[in-house]
């Protein structure tokens, strides 16, 4: 999975451990999100960058989190927008969010979640060292 909240979005809990929603009761996860920034987060700073790989004249790369527990990566690519689509499952609990299952499953933080935009942490540990993941999205 190419970049699943890095999920790689890439997703557990470190920085974040809160869940706001600014639209109150009517925010959902369910729907499609665009990829929007991308970084790591240490020391209770981030440092972002906006989402640079979508392709020029096609739609924006997105993910989408359908009813049923039913997730797709979709990304754009070439001139002609051919198109690579990663579908696996989701769930939610809490502000807790899995992408996968088994050993290809990856769980991160919901940090934000209103009707506009969703950011996750996910945190890594490689050899002893964590790194934490941050990557927002937007609905259009």
Do not use: P
């Amino acid at each position: 999975m190419k970049k699943i909240l890095l999920f790689g979005l890439s997703l557990a809990a470190l920085t974040f451990t809160s869940c706001s929603d600014d639209d109150g009761d009517s925010a959902s996860i369910e729907g499609k999100w665009y990829y929007s920034q991308q970084g790591v987060a240490a020391n209770g700073a981030e440092v972002l960058t906006d989402y640079m790989d979508h392709e020029d004249g096609c739609e924006k790369d997105y993910v989408e989190f359908l009813a049923g527990g039913v997730f797709k990566d979709v990304d754009y690519f070439s001139s002609d927008c051919d198109t690579f689509i990663d579908e696996t499952t989701w769930s939610r609990s809490g502000n807790t969010i899995t992408i996968g299952t088994g050993e290809d499953a990856e769980t991160g933080t919901i940090a934000t979640l209103s009707g506009s935009t969703l950011k996750v942490t996910i945190s890594e540990t490689i050899d002893g060292q964590t790194t934490n993941y941050v990557e927002v999205y937007t609905r259009e």
